[in-house]
């Protein structure tokens, strides 16, 4: 089946330091979605994008669409202390089978003060 | 606030227990779809259904069962509870595919 595979695993960074992370799939998406999740809560979007090459921001976060399809990439400038938090990439074929959100495993970043 | 309502948060089972996890939206959304998250494994789809009265298999069915009898609640049923059905549930719901809105978990122990 499908499978998308996200890195770094987890981040330590510096409170201001820029932050990068991305996913890549085994197979075309059509749409990508960045979420966040933190500590007991359930996963939020962040992040939407639904064409290939396709730059987006939301606030201090980057996310582009990979013009192969099979990857994207999320951004976050001037981290600070409320970016920790379990990010996640999600591939989808909007179209298709209703049911075929792909997550990736994650990237716990952490944030020194 | 509009959004998606998982019931219960929390829950401790005994092996071979039955339960039911209950997930409600008032989005009117059409699609909702059941999902486990275990340590290192990412959100791993259960369950779906894409209308009133309907279900799907996900990618990890076996050992739940799922309801959609009313178009506002998709109903989780674990029949005979297993330790290895121990892990975070969550319920989401979108409006024909696009901008899934979750709920914030159940929280599941099985001893």
């Known amino acids: 089946g499908q499978q998308l595979n996200q890195s770094p695993q987890s981040m330590f960074i510096q409170e201001g330091e820029d932050v990068s992370m991305n996913c890549t799939s085994s197979?075309?998406?059509?749409?990508w979605l960045w979420y966040k999740q933190d500590p007991g809560e359930g996963p939020v979007l962040l992040i939407a994008?639904?064409?290939?090459?396709e730059l987006t921001s939301n606030g201090r976060l980057t996310a582009q669409f990979g013009i192969t399809r099979k990857d994207s990439f999320l951004n976050i400038s001037a981290s600070i202390p409320s970016d920790v938090g379990i990010y996640f990439c999600?591939?989808?074929?909007?179209?298709?089978?209703?049911?075929?959100?792909?997550f990736g495993k994650g990237t716990k970043l952490s944030v020194k003060p | 606030n509009a959004g998606v309502t998982q019931t219960p948060k929390f829950r401790v089972l005994k092996t071979g227990q039955s339960m039911t996890l209950l997930c409600a939206q008032d989005m009117n959304h059409e699609y909702m779809y059941w999902y486990r998250q275990d340590p290192g494994m990412g959100l791993r789809l259960i369950h779906y259904s894409v209308g009133e009265g309907t279900t799907a298999k996900g990618e990890v069915p076996d050992g739940y069962n799922v309801s959609r009898l009313k178009k506002q609640n998709f109903l989780l049923g674990l029949e005979s509870a297993a330790p290895s059905q121990t892990s975070v549930y969550f319920c989401a719901s979108n409006l024909r595919g696009l901008g899934y809105t979750f709920g914030s978990g159940t929280r599941l122990t099985v001893v």
């Open positions: 999600a591939g989808m074929n909007y179209g298709g089978s209703q049911g075929n959100l792909i």
């Open positions: 994008l639904y064409k290939a090459g």
């Open positions: 197979s075309i998406f059509n749409t």
